[in-house]
């Protein structure tokens, strides 16, 4: 597991995460600051997945467009993942981001996720926890239109959890539906590598 500390705008805690599944993205901000960092790790992105097996000038090219739009989706969550499992494309992205309970309004979530106009189908599971509270996962799915007119599937899962002192949120979305059979056994795992902090109060 590879430890990665979090820090800003509310109490430190920590994240693990298999780096055989996952590589994490630049923060926005630095991004931002230094536009090359995005171009190095587009790089670095392709490297890794060159090194597990070797890619043809085609492979390499669509992986990079891939890692662009990684890039180009990369919102304010605290940790950013692209979910990359060994010998199988995904451009599947998941944010978490861990908060203060009070600033988390789980209703209006909830509301916000059901009138989207482009879902088509919903699932909410409840979800309990030993360690880290109870909560949910939405599994929603909700299509783009393409440029050649076709509608292309997007899986997006939400969980929430809350331990009434500190909320988590996890965020995952991706066309790339087999992979998402892989990455569901993968929550769990991205659950129990959050370290909450400990001197937050209700």
Known sequence: MTAM???????????????????????????????????????????????RSPLTDGDREALAF??????????????QLWFVPRGMYSDI????????????????????IATLPDSTASELTALETDTHGKGFLLRRTSAVLLDDGEARPIANWTVMLSDGNSSIMIEAMGSTLEPFALMEEQIPKIISGITLPTDVHA
Not at 21 to 34: D, K
Not at 94 to 112: G, Q
């Open 5 to 51: 500390p979090v820090t800003g705008g509310f109490a430190r805690w920590d994240f693990a995460y298999d780096a055989e599944w996952f590589i994490p993205l630049p923060p926005v901000e630095l991004l931002r600051r230094e536009p090359l960092v995005g171009e190095q790790w587009v790089s670095a992105a392709v490297e890794h997945y060159d090194e």
């Open 66 to 79: 891939t890692a662009n739009g990684m890039l180009g989706l990369a919102g304010n969550a605290a940790v």
């Open 93 to 112: 992205l998941i944010e978490v981001t861990v908060s203060a309970a009070a600033d988390l309004d789980t209703a209006a979530i909830l509301t916000e």
